[in-house]
Protein backbone atom coordinates (compact mmCIF):
# COMPACT_ATOMS: atom_id res chain seq x y z
CA UNK A 1 0.00 0.00 0.00
CA UNK A 2 1.04 3.92 -0.27
CA UNK A 3 1.65 4.08 3.68
CA UNK A 4 3.37 1.02 3.61
CA UNK A 5 5.37 2.48 1.40
CA UNK A 6 6.43 5.90 2.97
CA UNK A 7 6.89 3.88 5.71
CA UNK A 8 9.65 2.12 4.34
CA UNK A 9 10.90 5.64 2.57
CA UNK A 10 11.05 7.47 6.26
CA UNK A 11 13.62 4.57 7.82
CA UNK A 12 17.22 4.65 7.29
CA UNK A 13 18.04 4.91 3.65
CA UNK A 14 22.26 5.53 4.36
CA UNK A 15 22.93 2.41 2.41
CA UNK A 16 24.15 3.56 -1.07
CA UNK A 17 22.85 0.12 -2.50
CA UNK A 18 19.62 0.59 -1.55
CA UNK A 19 19.39 4.44 -3.04
CA UNK A 20 17.83 2.79 -6.36
CA UNK A 21 15.35 0.88 -5.13
CA UNK A 22 13.87 3.42 -2.93
CA UNK A 23 14.01 6.28 -5.83
CA UNK A 24 11.89 3.29 -7.65
CA UNK A 25 9.66 3.45 -4.60
CA UNK A 26 9.04 6.91 -4.74
CA UNK A 27 8.14 7.14 -8.30
CA UNK A 28 5.47 4.40 -7.83
CA UNK A 29 3.45 6.84 -5.60
CA UNK A 30 3.88 9.40 -7.94
CA UNK A 31 2.56 6.92 -10.63
CA UNK A 32 -0.44 5.77 -8.36
CA UNK A 33 -1.24 9.55 -7.59
CA UNK A 34 -1.20 10.65 -11.38
CA UNK A 35 -3.39 7.02 -12.54
CA UNK A 36 -5.52 7.83 -9.73
CA UNK A 37 -6.30 11.48 -11.00
CA UNK A 38 -6.55 10.13 -14.45
CA UNK A 39 -9.44 7.50 -13.77
CA UNK A 40 -10.94 10.45 -11.73
CA UNK A 41 -11.28 12.34 -14.23
CA UNK A 42 -12.07 10.08 -16.93
CA UNK A 43 -14.87 8.64 -14.53
CA UNK A 44 -16.33 11.23 -14.03
CA UNK A 45 -15.97 12.77 -17.24
CA UNK A 46 -18.22 9.31 -18.26
CA UNK A 47 -20.73 9.70 -15.28
CA UNK A 48 -21.67 12.91 -16.48
CA UNK A 49 -22.67 11.76 -20.02
CA UNK A 50 -25.57 10.15 -17.60
CA UNK A 51 -28.67 12.79 -16.28
CA UNK A 52 -29.50 10.34 -13.33
CA UNK A 53 -26.30 10.57 -12.30
CA UNK A 54 -25.83 14.62 -12.05
CA UNK A 55 -27.26 15.28 -8.61
CA UNK A 56 -24.87 12.77 -6.80
CA UNK A 57 -21.70 14.55 -8.87
CA UNK A 58 -22.71 17.73 -7.26
CA UNK A 59 -24.03 16.73 -3.69
CA UNK A 60 -20.30 14.95 -4.27
CA UNK A 61 -18.50 18.63 -5.11
CA UNK A 62 -16.97 17.64 -7.70
CA UNK A 63 -16.99 21.41 -9.21
CA UNK A 64 -14.53 21.80 -6.90
CA UNK A 65 -12.46 18.59 -7.24
CA UNK A 66 -12.43 19.58 -11.09
CA UNK A 67 -11.40 22.52 -10.55
CA UNK A 68 -7.68 22.32 -9.47
CA UNK A 69 -7.57 19.68 -12.13
CA UNK A 70 -7.58 21.95 -15.25
CA UNK A 71 -4.24 23.13 -14.03
CA UNK A 72 -2.84 19.83 -13.71
CA UNK A 73 0.62 18.90 -15.32
CA UNK A 74 -0.77 16.06 -17.07
CA UNK A 75 -2.66 16.98 -20.56
CA UNK A 76 -5.05 14.49 -20.23
CA UNK A 77 -6.31 15.21 -17.24
CA UNK A 78 -6.77 18.66 -17.95
CA UNK A 79 -8.79 17.43 -20.88
CA UNK A 80 -11.10 15.22 -19.41
CA UNK A 81 -11.70 18.23 -16.29
CA UNK A 82 -12.31 20.38 -19.04
CA UNK A 83 -14.84 17.64 -20.92
CA UNK A 84 -16.32 17.13 -17.44
CA UNK A 85 -16.86 20.20 -16.28
CA UNK A 86 -18.45 20.92 -19.99
CA UNK A 87 -21.28 17.70 -19.45
CA UNK A 88 -22.08 19.10 -16.33
CA UNK A 89 -22.81 22.69 -17.10
CA UNK A 90 -24.50 21.16 -20.03
CA UNK A 91 -26.71 19.75 -18.65
CA UNK A 92 -28.56 22.43 -16.45
CA UNK A 93 -28.66 26.59 -15.89
CA UNK A 94 -27.98 25.53 -12.17
CA UNK A 95 -24.73 23.70 -12.90
CA UNK A 96 -23.39 26.32 -15.60
CA UNK A 97 -24.52 29.28 -12.88
CA UNK A 98 -21.59 27.13 -10.20
CA UNK A 99 -19.08 26.67 -12.65
CA UNK A 100 -19.32 31.08 -12.90
CA UNK A 101 -19.37 31.16 -9.06
CA UNK A 102 -16.50 28.96 -8.60
CA UNK A 103 -14.52 30.75 -10.67
CA UNK A 104 -13.57 28.42 -13.58
CA UNK A 105 -14.29 30.22 -16.68
CA UNK A 106 -11.52 32.97 -15.60
CA UNK A 107 -8.98 29.60 -15.88
CA UNK A 108 -9.90 27.90 -18.94
CA UNK A 109 -9.83 31.43 -20.86
CA UNK A 110 -6.42 31.99 -19.37
CA UNK A 111 -5.23 28.56 -20.18
CA UNK A 112 -6.66 29.34 -23.70
CA UNK A 113 -3.86 30.73 -25.15
CA UNK A 114 -0.61 28.42 -23.98
CA UNK A 115 -2.69 24.87 -24.08
CA UNK A 116 -2.72 22.16 -27.06
CA UNK A 117 -5.92 21.71 -29.45
CA UNK A 118 -7.52 18.57 -27.22
CA UNK A 119 -7.68 21.44 -24.57
CA UNK A 120 -8.68 24.08 -26.68
CA UNK A 121 -11.35 22.00 -27.75
CA UNK A 122 -12.26 20.52 -24.03
CA UNK A 123 -12.52 24.43 -22.70
CA UNK A 124 -14.58 26.19 -25.79
CA UNK A 125 -17.19 23.36 -24.95
CA UNK A 126 -17.07 24.53 -21.34
CA UNK A 127 -17.95 28.11 -22.32
CA UNK A 128 -20.11 27.14 -25.13
CA UNK A 129 -22.15 25.05 -22.28
CA UNK A 130 -22.53 27.68 -20.14
CA UNK A 131 -23.30 30.04 -22.28
CA UNK A 132 -26.13 28.53 -23.98
CA UNK A 133 -28.78 28.44 -20.85
CA UNK A 134 -28.95 32.61 -20.84
CA UNK A 135 -28.02 35.77 -21.84
CA UNK A 136 -26.87 36.00 -18.08
CA UNK A 137 -24.70 33.53 -18.18
CA UNK A 138 -23.43 34.33 -21.74
CA UNK A 139 -22.45 37.85 -20.40
CA UNK A 140 -20.78 35.90 -18.13
CA UNK A 141 -18.25 33.90 -20.19
CA UNK A 142 -17.43 37.48 -22.53
CA UNK A 143 -16.92 39.35 -19.01
CA UNK A 144 -14.13 36.18 -18.29
CA UNK A 145 -12.79 37.82 -21.65
CA UNK A 146 -13.75 34.64 -23.83
CA UNK A 147 -14.43 35.90 -26.74
CA UNK A 148 -11.21 37.57 -27.85
CA UNK A 149 -9.49 34.36 -27.14
CA UNK A 150 -12.63 32.26 -28.87
CA UNK A 151 -11.78 34.57 -31.90
CA UNK A 152 -8.31 33.66 -31.97
CA UNK A 153 -9.23 29.77 -31.97
CA UNK A 154 -10.65 30.74 -34.94
CA UNK A 155 -7.93 31.13 -36.71
CA UNK A 156 -6.72 27.69 -35.19
CA UNK A 157 -5.04 25.65 -38.54
CA UNK A 158 -7.39 22.55 -36.30
CA UNK A 159 -10.47 22.63 -37.73
CA UNK A 160 -11.91 20.90 -34.48
CA UNK A 161 -10.14 23.92 -32.72
CA UNK A 162 -12.43 26.11 -34.79
CA UNK A 163 -15.76 24.00 -34.67
CA UNK A 164 -15.28 24.52 -30.91
CA UNK A 165 -14.54 28.27 -30.79
CA UNK A 166 -17.30 28.55 -33.71
CA UNK A 167 -20.31 26.62 -31.62
CA UNK A 168 -19.28 29.08 -28.12
CA UNK A 169 -19.35 32.34 -30.09
CA UNK A 170 -22.94 31.11 -31.69
CA UNK A 171 -24.11 30.35 -28.66
CA UNK A 172 -23.08 33.59 -27.38
CA UNK A 173 -23.97 35.57 -29.93
CA UNK A 174 -27.94 33.86 -30.48
CA UNK A 175 -29.25 36.05 -27.21
CA UNK A 176 -29.21 39.36 -27.76
CA UNK A 177 -28.20 42.06 -29.79
CA UNK A 178 -25.87 43.22 -27.42
CA UNK A 179 -23.74 40.65 -27.14
CA UNK A 180 -23.80 39.64 -31.11
CA UNK A 181 -22.23 42.97 -31.00
CA UNK A 182 -19.33 41.94 -28.39
CA UNK A 183 -19.02 38.82 -31.00
CA UNK A 184 -18.80 41.30 -34.13
CA UNK A 185 -16.57 43.85 -32.65
CA UNK A 186 -13.95 40.82 -31.57
CA UNK A 187 -13.44 40.61 -35.21
CA UNK A 188 -15.34 36.93 -35.86
CA UNK A 189 -17.29 37.57 -39.15
CA UNK A 190 -14.58 37.26 -41.39
CA UNK A 191 -12.85 34.48 -39.73
CA UNK A 192 -16.32 32.60 -39.66
CA UNK A 193 -16.63 33.05 -43.38
CA UNK A 194 -13.89 31.48 -43.81
CA UNK A 195 -14.88 28.75 -41.61
CA UNK A 196 -17.76 28.29 -43.97
CA UNK A 197 -15.05 27.95 -47.00
CA UNK A 198 -12.97 24.87 -45.39
CA UNK A 199 -13.61 21.09 -46.88
CA UNK A 200 -14.99 20.14 -43.31
CA UNK A 201 -18.45 19.60 -43.24
CA UNK A 202 -19.16 20.21 -39.36
CA UNK A 203 -17.35 23.40 -39.55
CA UNK A 204 -19.23 25.07 -42.17
CA UNK A 205 -22.91 23.52 -40.52
CA UNK A 206 -21.64 25.29 -37.30
CA UNK A 207 -20.08 28.58 -39.13
CA UNK A 208 -23.35 28.87 -41.14
CA UNK A 209 -25.69 28.73 -37.86
CA UNK A 210 -23.20 31.35 -35.85
CA UNK A 211 -23.62 33.63 -38.31
CA UNK A 212 -27.61 32.77 -38.68
CA UNK A 213 -27.36 33.58 -34.83
CA UNK A 214 -25.74 36.94 -35.38
CA UNK A 215 -27.99 38.27 -38.46
CA UNK A 216 -31.30 37.36 -36.98
CA UNK A 217 -31.21 40.46 -34.19
CA UNK A 218 -31.15 43.38 -36.59
CA UNK A 219 -30.50 44.76 -39.91
CA UNK A 220 -27.09 46.58 -38.68
CA UNK A 221 -25.91 42.89 -37.65
CA UNK A 222 -27.48 41.58 -41.06
CA UNK A 223 -25.14 44.21 -43.35
CA UNK A 224 -22.33 43.63 -41.31
CA UNK A 225 -22.68 39.54 -42.21
CA UNK A 226 -23.66 40.96 -45.68
CA UNK A 227 -20.57 43.35 -46.11
CA UNK A 228 -17.88 40.06 -45.48
CA UNK A 229 -19.31 38.83 -48.36
CA UNK A 230 -20.89 35.73 -46.24
CA UNK A 231 -23.81 35.29 -48.93
CA UNK A 232 -21.37 34.54 -52.39
CA UNK A 233 -20.36 31.77 -50.21
CA UNK A 234 -23.85 30.99 -48.00
CA UNK A 235 -26.23 30.83 -51.78
CA UNK A 236 -24.29 27.97 -53.72
CA UNK A 237 -24.23 26.04 -50.53
CA UNK A 238 -27.92 24.72 -51.02
CA UNK A 239 -26.93 22.74 -53.37
CA UNK A 240 -25.03 20.97 -51.16
CA UNK A 241 -25.91 16.85 -51.05
CA UNK A 242 -25.57 17.22 -46.57
CA UNK A 243 -29.04 18.13 -45.61
CA UNK A 244 -27.82 19.38 -42.11
CA UNK A 245 -25.86 22.02 -44.01
CA UNK A 246 -28.65 23.07 -46.23
CA UNK A 247 -30.98 23.62 -43.24
CA UNK A 248 -28.28 25.75 -41.49
CA UNK A 249 -27.94 27.91 -44.89
CA UNK A 250 -31.30 28.36 -45.45
CA UNK A 251 -31.71 29.42 -41.67
CA UNK A 252 -29.06 31.88 -42.42
CA UNK A 253 -30.05 33.83 -45.54
CA UNK A 254 -33.05 33.77 -44.17
CA UNK A 255 -32.23 35.89 -41.48
CA UNK A 256 -30.47 38.30 -43.07
CA UNK A 257 -33.43 38.60 -45.97
CA UNK A 258 -36.07 39.70 -43.19
CA UNK A 259 -34.84 42.96 -42.27
CA UNK A 260 -34.86 44.89 -45.12
CA UNK A 261 -36.22 44.87 -48.87
CA UNK A 262 -31.91 45.96 -49.89
CA UNK A 263 -30.66 42.88 -47.62
CA UNK A 264 -33.21 40.70 -49.52
CA UNK A 265 -32.13 41.71 -52.69
CA UNK A 266 -28.45 40.91 -51.79
CA UNK A 267 -29.86 37.09 -51.38
CA UNK A 268 -31.92 37.22 -54.45
CA UNK A 269 -29.18 38.70 -56.56
CA UNK A 270 -27.07 35.71 -55.32
CA UNK A 271 -29.32 33.64 -57.33
CA UNK A 272 -30.78 31.32 -55.56
CA UNK A 273 -33.51 30.65 -57.28
CA UNK A 274 -34.79 28.66 -59.02
CA UNK A 275 -32.87 26.42 -56.83
CA UNK A 276 -34.27 26.86 -53.46
CA UNK A 277 -37.46 26.44 -54.74
CA UNK A 278 -35.99 22.91 -55.15
CA UNK A 279 -35.66 22.57 -51.52
CA UNK A 280 -39.35 22.62 -50.67
CA UNK A 281 -39.27 19.12 -51.90
CA UNK A 282 -36.10 17.55 -49.89
CA UNK A 283 -36.27 14.73 -48.45
CA UNK A 284 -35.51 16.50 -44.86
CA UNK A 285 -38.46 17.78 -43.28
CA UNK A 286 -36.21 20.74 -41.76
CA UNK A 287 -34.83 21.93 -44.95
CA UNK A 288 -38.00 21.72 -46.47
CA UNK A 289 -38.84 24.31 -43.51
CA UNK A 290 -36.17 26.61 -43.96
CA UNK A 291 -36.55 26.85 -47.25
CA UNK A 292 -40.27 27.91 -47.41
CA UNK A 293 -39.10 30.38 -44.37
CA UNK A 294 -36.10 32.08 -46.70
CA UNK A 295 -39.11 32.29 -49.57
CA UNK A 296 -41.51 34.08 -47.16
CA UNK A 297 -38.60 36.33 -46.19
CA UNK A 298 -38.26 37.09 -49.67
CA UNK A 299 -41.56 37.96 -50.85
CA UNK A 300 -43.23 40.10 -48.36
CA UNK A 301 -41.18 42.84 -48.62
CA UNK A 302 -42.58 44.39 -52.27
CA UNK A 303 -44.60 43.17 -54.74
CA UNK A 304 -41.29 43.08 -57.46
CA UNK A 305 -39.74 40.66 -55.46
CA UNK A 306 -42.96 38.38 -55.30
CA UNK A 307 -43.65 38.30 -58.76
CA UNK A 308 -39.99 37.14 -59.26
CA UNK A 309 -40.66 33.63 -57.05
CA UNK A 310 -44.05 33.49 -59.06
CA UNK A 311 -42.49 33.98 -62.01
CA UNK A 312 -40.03 31.28 -61.27
CA UNK A 313 -43.31 28.89 -60.34
CA UNK A 314 -42.73 29.75 -56.69
CA UNK A 315 -46.55 29.96 -55.75
CA UNK A 316 -46.80 25.83 -57.26
CA UNK A 317 -44.06 25.00 -55.37
CA UNK A 318 -45.65 26.71 -52.25
CA UNK A 319 -48.75 25.52 -52.91
CA UNK A 320 -47.95 22.06 -53.02
CA UNK A 321 -45.37 22.21 -50.31
CA UNK A 322 -48.45 23.38 -47.54
CA UNK A 323 -50.53 20.57 -49.02
CA UNK A 324 -47.65 17.79 -48.61
CA UNK A 325 -46.67 19.72 -44.64
CA UNK A 326 -48.29 19.35 -41.53
CA UNK A 327 -48.60 21.79 -38.24
CA UNK A 328 -45.36 23.98 -37.45
CA UNK A 329 -44.23 22.99 -40.63
CA UNK A 330 -46.98 24.71 -43.06
CA UNK A 331 -46.62 28.20 -41.49
CA UNK A 332 -43.92 29.78 -43.52
CA UNK A 333 -45.63 28.16 -46.67
CA UNK A 334 -49.12 29.25 -45.52
CA UNK A 335 -47.81 33.14 -44.76
CA UNK A 336 -45.77 33.22 -48.05
CA UNK A 337 -48.79 32.43 -50.12
CA UNK A 338 -50.68 35.24 -48.38
CA UNK A 339 -48.02 37.51 -48.43
CA UNK A 340 -47.92 37.16 -52.15
CA UNK A 341 -51.65 37.12 -52.57
CA UNK A 342 -51.66 40.89 -50.62
CA UNK A 343 -49.78 42.55 -53.36
CA UNK A 344 -52.29 42.69 -56.02
CA UNK A 345 -55.29 41.00 -57.77
CA UNK A 346 -52.75 39.93 -60.34
CA UNK A 347 -51.01 37.86 -57.78
CA UNK A 348 -53.60 36.76 -56.05
CA UNK A 349 -55.06 35.14 -59.16
CA UNK A 350 -51.90 33.23 -59.33
CA UNK A 351 -52.58 31.68 -55.95
CA UNK A 352 -56.22 30.97 -56.90
CA UNK A 353 -55.12 29.41 -60.54
CA UNK A 354 -52.18 27.06 -58.90
CA UNK A 355 -55.04 25.56 -56.70
CA UNK A 356 -54.01 27.59 -53.29
CA UNK A 357 -57.31 27.78 -51.56
CA UNK A 358 -58.33 23.88 -50.94
CA UNK A 359 -54.82 23.49 -49.28
CA UNK A 360 -55.44 26.81 -46.87
CA UNK A 361 -58.56 25.96 -46.01
CA UNK A 362 -57.56 22.33 -44.94
CA UNK A 363 -54.66 24.07 -42.94
CA UNK A 364 -57.47 26.57 -41.38
CA UNK A 365 -60.00 23.76 -40.76
CA UNK A 366 -57.82 20.69 -39.76
CA UNK A 367 -55.08 22.15 -38.18
CA UNK A 368 -54.68 21.92 -34.16
CA UNK A 369 -52.33 24.96 -33.36
CA UNK A 370 -54.39 28.63 -33.11
CA UNK A 371 -51.72 29.98 -34.65
CA UNK A 372 -51.55 28.16 -37.57
CA UNK A 373 -55.17 28.19 -38.31
CA UNK A 374 -54.71 32.12 -37.45
CA UNK A 375 -52.33 32.43 -40.21
CA UNK A 376 -54.68 30.75 -42.50
CA UNK A 377 -57.51 32.86 -41.75
CA UNK A 378 -55.39 35.73 -42.65
CA UNK A 379 -53.57 34.75 -46.19
CA UNK A 380 -57.24 33.09 -47.45
CA UNK A 381 -58.42 36.93 -46.42
CA UNK A 382 -55.54 38.10 -48.25
CA UNK A 383 -56.69 36.07 -51.19
CA UNK A 384 -60.13 36.84 -51.25
CA UNK A 385 -60.12 40.71 -50.82
CA UNK A 386 -58.97 42.00 -53.60
CA UNK A 387 -62.88 41.57 -56.27
CA UNK A 388 -65.48 40.37 -57.07
CA UNK A 389 -63.56 37.20 -59.02
CA UNK A 390 -61.67 36.78 -56.15
CA UNK A 391 -64.59 36.29 -53.62
CA UNK A 392 -66.75 34.02 -55.61
CA UNK A 393 -63.53 32.00 -55.81
CA UNK A 394 -62.98 31.72 -51.76
CA UNK A 395 -67.11 30.95 -51.67
CA UNK A 396 -67.06 28.39 -54.40
CA UNK A 397 -64.66 26.43 -51.93
CA UNK A 398 -66.74 27.13 -48.87
CA UNK A 399 -64.02 29.64 -47.29
CA UNK A 400 -66.81 31.27 -46.01
CA UNK A 401 -68.31 28.78 -44.15
CA UNK A 402 -65.37 27.56 -42.54
CA UNK A 403 -63.94 30.72 -41.30
CA UNK A 404 -67.48 31.59 -39.38
CA UNK A 405 -67.24 27.81 -38.34
CA UNK A 406 -63.76 28.68 -36.38
CA UNK A 407 -64.71 32.11 -35.47
CA UNK A 408 -67.41 30.94 -33.18
CA UNK A 409 -66.41 27.17 -32.33
CA UNK A 410 -62.66 27.64 -32.55
CA UNK A 411 -59.86 25.03 -33.10
CA UNK A 412 -62.10 22.03 -33.10
CA UNK A 413 -62.45 21.68 -36.49
CA UNK A 414 -64.24 18.47 -38.40
CA UNK A 415 -62.32 16.35 -35.90
CA UNK A 416 -64.50 16.76 -32.81
CA UNK A 417 -65.88 19.56 -30.78
CA UNK A 418 -65.27 23.20 -30.65
CA UNK A 419 -63.03 24.78 -27.83
CA UNK A 420 -61.67 28.25 -26.90
CA UNK A 421 -60.57 30.74 -29.52
CA UNK A 422 -57.50 32.40 -29.00
CA UNK A 423 -57.85 36.20 -29.35
CA UNK A 424 -55.45 36.49 -32.25
CA UNK A 425 -57.34 33.30 -34.53
CA UNK A 426 -61.04 35.46 -33.76
CA UNK A 427 -59.62 38.44 -34.69
CA UNK A 428 -58.01 37.03 -38.05
CA UNK A 429 -61.10 35.09 -38.93
CA UNK A 430 -63.20 38.64 -38.76
CA UNK A 431 -61.15 40.31 -40.80
CA UNK A 432 -60.50 37.46 -43.40
CA UNK A 433 -64.61 37.54 -43.12
CA UNK A 434 -64.77 41.24 -43.12
CA UNK A 435 -62.51 41.49 -46.29
CA UNK A 436 -63.97 38.61 -48.69
CA UNK A 437 -67.49 39.80 -47.86
CA UNK A 438 -66.85 43.65 -49.06
CA UNK A 439 -66.22 42.09 -52.01
CA UNK A 440 -68.36 39.21 -52.51
CA UNK A 441 -71.54 40.01 -54.83
CA UNK A 442 -72.71 36.45 -54.86
CA UNK A 443 -75.50 36.22 -52.77
CA UNK A 444 -76.50 32.81 -52.70
CA UNK A 445 -73.11 32.65 -50.75
CA UNK A 446 -74.33 34.90 -48.26
CA UNK A 447 -77.02 32.71 -47.09
CA UNK A 448 -75.85 30.40 -44.48
CA UNK A 449 -73.96 33.66 -43.20
CA UNK A 450 -77.10 35.51 -43.27
CA UNK A 451 -79.26 32.60 -40.93
CA UNK A 452 -75.79 31.38 -38.77
CA UNK A 453 -73.59 34.63 -38.12
CA UNK A 454 -73.02 36.87 -34.57
CA UNK A 455 -74.01 40.42 -34.65
CA UNK A 456 -70.32 41.56 -34.99
CA UNK A 457 -70.29 39.96 -38.23
CA UNK A 458 -73.69 39.64 -39.66
CA UNK A 459 -73.60 43.31 -40.07
CA UNK A 460 -71.22 42.87 -42.83
CA UNK A 461 -73.20 40.37 -44.71
CA UNK A 462 -76.19 42.19 -44.50
CA UNK A 463 -73.82 45.40 -45.65
CA UNK A 464 -73.86 43.43 -49.13
CA UNK A 465 -77.33 42.86 -49.90
CA UNK A 466 -77.77 46.17 -49.56
CA UNK A 467 -75.48 47.44 -51.21
CA UNK A 468 -76.29 44.46 -54.20
CA UNK A 469 -80.11 43.91 -54.25
CA UNK A 470 -80.91 47.60 -55.60
CA UNK A 471 -79.51 46.93 -58.82
CA UNK A 472 -80.44 42.61 -58.93
CA UNK A 473 -83.95 42.29 -59.98
CA UNK A 474 -83.37 38.24 -59.78
CA UNK A 475 -81.17 38.84 -56.35
CA UNK A 476 -84.25 40.47 -54.82
CA UNK A 477 -86.48 37.75 -55.74
CA UNK A 478 -84.41 35.08 -54.75
CA UNK A 479 -83.68 36.65 -51.41
CA UNK A 480 -87.63 36.60 -50.27
CA UNK A 481 -87.86 33.37 -51.53
CA UNK A 482 -84.52 31.84 -49.83
CA UNK A 483 -86.00 32.98 -46.40
CA UNK A 484 -83.35 36.46 -46.19
CA UNK A 485 -86.28 38.74 -46.34
CA UNK A 486 -87.72 37.07 -43.81
CA UNK A 487 -84.71 37.14 -41.27
CA UNK A 488 -83.47 40.77 -41.81
CA UNK A 489 -87.10 41.61 -40.42
CA UNK A 490 -86.36 39.72 -36.93
CA UNK A 491 -83.19 41.82 -36.67
CA UNK A 492 -84.14 44.56 -34.11
CA UNK A 493 -81.65 47.68 -34.41
CA UNK A 494 -80.94 50.44 -32.63
CA UNK A 495 -82.21 53.54 -34.31
CA UNK A 496 -79.22 55.17 -36.04
CA UNK A 497 -76.99 52.56 -36.45
CA UNK A 498 -75.62 51.00 -39.60
CA UNK A 499 -77.02 48.17 -39.43
CA UNK A 500 -80.54 49.89 -38.97
CA UNK A 501 -79.73 51.83 -42.51
CA UNK A 502 -78.71 48.65 -44.08
CA UNK A 503 -81.94 47.10 -43.36
CA UNK A 504 -83.96 50.05 -44.12
CA UNK A 505 -81.94 50.33 -47.81
CA UNK A 506 -82.35 46.70 -48.35
CA UNK A 507 -86.74 47.17 -46.86
CA UNK A 508 -86.94 49.82 -49.77
CA UNK A 509 -86.52 47.52 -52.62
CA UNK A 510 -89.58 45.76 -52.01
CA UNK A 511 -93.13 46.95 -51.86
CA UNK A 512 -94.63 47.88 -48.38
CA UNK A 513 -96.85 45.20 -48.18
CA UNK A 514 -94.63 42.21 -48.46
CA UNK A 515 -92.13 44.04 -46.33
CA UNK A 516 -95.21 44.14 -43.59
CA UNK A 517 -95.78 40.57 -44.43
CA UNK A 518 -92.52 39.03 -43.15
CA UNK A 519 -92.40 41.35 -40.20
CA UNK A 520 -92.94 39.61 -36.71
CA UNK A 521 -96.27 39.67 -35.29
CA UNK A 522 -97.77 41.06 -39.30
CA UNK A 523 -99.14 36.70 -38.78
CA UNK A 524 -101.04 37.55 -35.55
CA UNK A 525 -102.34 40.74 -36.70
CA UNK A 526 -104.46 38.90 -39.82
CA UNK A 527 -105.20 36.27 -37.03
CA UNK A 528 -106.40 39.00 -34.89
CA UNK A 529 -108.37 40.63 -37.52
CA UNK A 530 -110.19 37.19 -37.82
CA UNK A 531 -111.83 38.20 -34.23
CA UNK A 532 -112.73 41.55 -35.21
CA UNK A 533 -114.21 40.49 -38.60
CA UNK A 534 -117.88 41.22 -38.88
CA UNK A 535 -119.55 39.32 -41.34
CA UNK A 536 -121.62 41.61 -44.21
CA UNK A 537 -125.39 40.64 -43.84
CA UNK A 538 -126.72 40.26 -47.18
Given at each position: ???????????????????KGKMKAIMQVF???????????????????????????????????????????????????????????????????????????????????????????????????????????????????????????????????????????????????????????????????????????????????????????????????????????????????????????????????????????????????????????????????????????????????????????????????????????????????????????????????????????????????????????????????????????????????????????GGGGAEGGSRA??????????????????KCTDLSALQNL?????????????????????????????????????????????????????????????????????????????????????????
Amino acid sequence: STQSTWDSLLRDTSQPHQTKGKMKAIMQVFDDYQRARINFVATTAELATRPQNIDTLQQAGVMQLLRPLLLDTVPNIQQNAALALGRLANHSEELARSVVTNEILTQLVHSLADQNRFYKKAAAFVLRAVAKHSPALAQCVVDSGAVESLVVCLDEFDPGVKEAATWALGYIARHTPELAQIVVDAGAIPLLVLCIQEPELPLKRIAASALSDICKHNPELAQAVVDAGAVAYLAPLIQNPDSKLKRQVCSGLSMICKHSVDLADVVVGAEIFPRILTLLRDVDPYVRKHSAVCVREIVKHTPELAQLVVNFGGVGALVEYVSDSKGDNRLPGIMALGYIAAFSEALARTVIASKGIPPLVNALYKEHQDHIKAAAAWSLGQVGRHSPEHAKAMADEKVLEKLLYVYINGGGGAEGGSRATSEDLQSKARRALKNILEKCTDLSALQNLLREAPAEILKYTVHQYAKVLPHDVAARREFVTSGGLQKIQMIQPADGTKMKSYIDAINSCYPEDIVRYYQPGYKQALIDKIDQYTIPTV
